[in-house]
Structures are given as structure tokens and as C-alpha cells.
């Protein structure tokens, strides 16, 4: 009963942030058809911005929201900066991956700089534990497993029932029609970012909320939702959602019968093993290409 | 009033060579236009630059007497001219009725919408038994009913059709060349890029013959051509 409980707790909650990680890289990928290494920095970034507005005596429920909004804007900025400029170009999935990966590099030694290394911690979402089904958890942790979901219900909203949204999915599938059906196709590449930067910064809110921060602390999550968006595909949205969950509860039964030194090791055996079966992904219908 | 497109002078092409020279050509003042001429003589590149996908060199293009030479394809599209490019192959990943929402993108088209929707069942009722399908699945001449009709949700003021039944097969073809003559006698200005000359001239009376770039030949309604003439037209005497 405590290993089932322990196995369902710790599975949903790295799903949570798996799938919030893994949205973001996947809206981006979907829209534009390239991949943002600078997602993982783009997480510790919001984290950082979250404390030193906390430290600014902001209250934590202005905050988040105030996070989420500036680093839409960082990440519209990052858009400008070292994605749009290349758009149009025959390889610019490989130099996206060089100019994204750079600027990467930039944002985790700036925060270094700007903020030093000491480890930082941002308040929780929810203070205080519980005890549930034999296993003491934090209501953080509670708390970011209960709100994922809605946001990720938003997000699939926005993206199926509104015209910006329909217009998001179209405008990569094809840039010659959507130029031709008036989308503003600037616009829409500057928005997949925002939004994905956005989330990113939320999961930094929630990663910073219960461990220690530091400049580094984004390389592992964007590892996490690099095999969570291999394994779930990358066709739609739903893929990496569900993917992530499934990582989630992978790697919590891992860790609980093979230790943690084995997961991560486990987790990229499921990477290569889904590449040589699935390289579309397993929820993927026909693999988008990349070229 | 009815509704002109004006090119005089339009040079344009891709990288540092012109595919088009200083070509003019008047659209609209007997109806329909139809263009035709050999493969690779600027007939999509002049699409092309008209709705904004490439800038032109030099030379003006009046659209209902307004200046949209260099403008954005959104712009012009604001406008309300229509560009269903060659060999669509559209949203792949999006389902038909979500294609169509799509050609409601324009702001002066968002209004009609709903009335927009049932023209384009009306025109194409196989469309609405395919609602929910993706456009990937789709053959190639319902793919092409896919494009016309999203083109058709923007509301058109006027309407450019490159080559629509191309590698269509005959009796498909045939379907098609009726609806696009129904869609032109709802009031929709054509211009067609078509190879079948017999079909263009079903649409209208006032053709281009686009050759090197330039307009070869034009023929105006009350001018009759005959199969030997076009012939040669093509090959030379």
C-alpha cells in the first residue's frame, strides 16, 4: 500500500511537470517546426524572476502571474532575437538547434552573474504537509498535481475551440497558405513562444517552490521533456501530455524498485528503444519530418 | 463598379533573376481572365507577386485603383483578393470544416462566415460528408475543392485559381470546371491559370497568352480563336 501510494504520488507529480515542460517544446515545435534548447533556461530564468520578486515583497499570488507574463515577454524577445531572423532558411532546424542552444549558454551565465551562485528557494505554492494513503507529502506538491491538469484543459481549449488558436496549429503546416489566408504568420511565431515561455516559467515556479535553485537546474528538466516529446510524439499537443504522465509514473516505479542512480539511465533506454521501434512517437499518427 | 486589377510594368522574379518583364495586363474590365501559355513563363510567379508572396522589382499593381504592389500577402488578402496557389496541398493535419474556419481568418470576412460556410456546401456538398476528415486524406481534387472553398470563406472580391485542375483525372476535372463556372456566376471575378484552353474559354471571353515573361498575345471578347490558332500560339507557326 505505502509503495503503490509512494508509486502514484511521486508518478503524477513529475507527470505535472513533465507535461508542463513538455507543452511548451511541443507548442514550439508545432507552430514553427523547430526545437527551443533554450526551454530548460527559460524555466530557471522564470524561477529566478519569481524570487527576486518575492524578495521585492510582492505578494506570491501577484507573482506568478507577473513571472508568467514577463518571460512571455522574454521568450516573444527570444523569438525576435535568434529564431524569426532565421526563418526561411533550407537548415534552419540544425542552426535554430546552434542559435537557441547559444543563447542558452547567455541566459544561464547572465543569471549567474546577476544572481551568484548560493542556491535560492522561492516560497511554496501551498505551505504545509499532509499525510495521504500512508505517505507524507507536501501541499506543493499536492497543489501543482490539481492545477496541471486545468492548465493543460486551457491550454488544449485555446488551441481547439479559438481562431487564434486554429491558426497556431495551421501556420507551420504550411507557410505559403497561411500567408495566403491572411494569417499574420510574425505574429503567430512570436505568440508560440510567449506561451511556451510562459509555462516554462510556471514549471520553474514549481520546481523552485520545494528544491534548492541554481543556474544549472533547468538542464535536467528540459532532458526530461525531450524524452517525454521523443516518446509521445510530436504531432499534436496530446501526445506529449499523456507522454509525460507515462514518463512520470516510469520513472516513480523506477526509482522506487532500481534506485535512483538506475532511472535516468532507464529513461534513456526507453529513449533509444522508442527512436529504433516509434521514431514518430507512440501517440503520433505519421511522423511530421525534419526537414 | 466592377472590380480591376491593373499590372503595368511588373518586373519581378526570385534571387537576381527576373522572371517577369515589365508585363502589363488589365483584369476585370470584360469579366473573367483566363491566362495560358507554356510551362515556366512567369504565369504563377505573376500570381505570386500579385498576392504579396514575392516583392516586386518595379511597376504597379492597382487593385480596385488602390496601390498593393509590396504589400504583405495579409493586406492584400485584406483587400479581398483571393490566391489559391498551384498544387494546394494546404493544412495537412487540419480537418476540413477547421480549413475552412481558417479562410474566415480576414477581419472583413469574419461577419459572413456562417453564410460563407453554406455557399461552400452548396457548391461543394461532398465537403460537409467530409467534415471532420483531415485534409492529408483527402484525394486530389477534393483536396482542391478544400482550397477553393476556404478561398471562398474570405470572402473574395476577386478570385485567382492557378491551374485548379491540375493532375486531376478527366471525369474529376470535369466536376470541378462545373463548380468553378457556378462560383463565377455567383458574381466572383475570376483569373484562372489553366493549360486546357477549351475550359478557360467556357469561362471567359478575354484571355493572355503569357510567354517569356511577357503577354504574347491578348484576346479580347468578339475575337475568336480557333484550335490551329492556339496551336500556334504554342509551337510557333
Known amino acids: ?291 | 463598379m466592377s472590380t480591376t486589377l491593373e499590372i503595368r510594368d511588373l518586373t519581378a522574379g526570385y534571387g537576381r533573376i527576373d522572371i517577369l518583364h515589365r508585363i502589363s495586363l488589365t483584369i476585370g474590365n470584360f469579366g473573367n481572365v483566363g491566362l495560358f501559355g507554356p510551362n515556366g513563363h512567369g504565369k504563377t510567379t505573376l500570381l505570386r507577386t500579385i498576392s504579396g508572396l514575392i516583392n516586386p522589382r518595379e511597376g504597379s499593381i492597382r487593385f480596385n485603383d488602390i496601390e498593393i504592389a509590396g504589400l504583405s500577402p495579409r493586406a492584400i488578402v485584406e483587400h479581398g483578393l483571393i490566391h489559391v496557389s498551384q498544387g494546394n496541398r494546404l493544412f495537412p493535419d487540419l480537418t476540413i470544416g477547421e480549413c475552412l474556419t481558417l479562410g474566415a481568418y480576414p477581419k472583413r470576412a469574419r461577419a459572413d462566415e456562417e453564410a460563407n460556410r453554406d455557399a461552400v456546401i452548396k457548391i461543394f456538398p461532398k465537403l460537409a460528408e467530409r467534415w471532420r476528415q483531415k485534409v492529408r486524406t483527402l484525394s486530389g481534387g477534393e483536396r482542391q475543392m478544400v482550397s477553393i472553398g476556404t478561398a471562398l470563406m474570405s470572402s473574395p472580391r476577386m478570385l485567382i485559381l492557378d491551374e485548379p485542375t491540375l493532375g486531376l483525372a478527366p471525369k474529376i476535372k470535369e466536376e470541378l470546371c462545373a463548380s468553378v463556372l457556378g462560383i463565377s456566376e455567383r458574381g466572383v471575378p475570376l483569373v484562372v491559370v489553366e493549360q486546357d484552353v477549351e475550359f478557360l474559354l467556357e469561362l471567359s471571353k478575354h484571355l493572355y497568352l503569357i510567354n517569356h515573361g511577357e503577354v504574347a498575345t491578348e484576346i479580347q471578347p468578339g475575337q475568336s480563336l480557333d484550335h490551329s490558332e492556339i496551336m500556334s500560339l504554342y509551337f510557333g507557326q
Not at chain 1, 27 to 42: A, C, D, E, K
Not at chain 1, 228 to 242: A, D, E, T
Request: contains cysteine; charged residues 10%; glycine residues 10%.
Open chain 1, 1 to 291: 500500500m505505502d509503495a503503490a501510494a509512494q508509486i502514484i504520488f511521486g508518478g503524477l507529480f513529475q507527470g505535472s511537470l513533465y507535461a508542463v515542460m513538455a507543452v511548451g517544446l511541443a507548442l514550439i515545435w508545432t507552430t514553427i517546426g523547430v526545437f527551443n534548447f533554450s526551454h530548460g533556461v527559460l524555466m530557471m530564468l522564470g524561477a529566478y524572476v519569481a524570487w527576486q520578486l518575492t524578495a521585492l515583497a510582492i505578494p506570491f499570488s501577484v507573482v506568478v502571474p507577473l513571472t508568467m507574463i514577463l518571460m512571455a515577454g522574454v521568450g516573444w524577445l527570444l523569438q525576435a532575437s535568434v529564431v524569426r531572423p532565421l526563418i526561411g532558411r533550407p537548415n534552419i532546424v540544425l542552426v535554430v538547434v546552434i542559435t537557441t542552444l547559444a543563447a542558452a549558454s547567455l541566459i544561464e551565465n547572465g543569471t549567474l552573474e546577476v544572481w551568484g551562485p548560493r542556491s535560492k528557494q522561492i516560497p511554496a505554492l501551498v505551505d504545509g504537509n499532509a499525510m495521504l494513503l500512508g505517505v507524507g507529502v507536501s501541499l506543493h506538491q499536492i497543489t501543482i498535481i490539481f492545477i496541471t491538469p486545468f492548465i493543460l484543459l486551457a491550454l488544449w481549449l485555446f488551441l481547439n475551440r479559438t481562431r487564434t488558436g486554429l491558426a497556431l496549429r495551421a501556420v507551420a503546416q504550411n507557410e505559403d497558405s497561411a500567408l495566403l489566408v491572411g494569417l499574420n504568420v510574425k505574429m503567430l511565431y512570436g505568440l508560440a513562444f510567449a506561451i511556451s515561455a510562459a509555462l516554462a516559467a510556471l514549471a520553474g515556479i514549481f520546481l523552485g517552490g520545494y528544491r534548492f535553485m541554481s543556474p544549472v537546474m533547468g538542464a535536467d528538466p528540459l532532458l526530461k521533456a525531450l524524452i517525454v516529446v521523443v516518446f509521445g510524439g510530436l504531432s499534436s499537443i496530446n501526445g506529449p501530455i499523456f507522454a509525460a504522465y507515462l514518463i512520470g509514473f516510469f520513472e516513480a516505479v523506477c526509482s522506487y524498485y532500481f534506485g535512483l542512480y538506475w532511472t535516468p539511465a532507464l529513461l534513456f533506454a526507453v529513449l533509444i528503444i522508442t527512436l529504433m521501434v516509434r521514431p514518430e512517437g507512440i501517440f503520433s499518427g505519421k511522423s511530421r519530418g525534419l526537414a
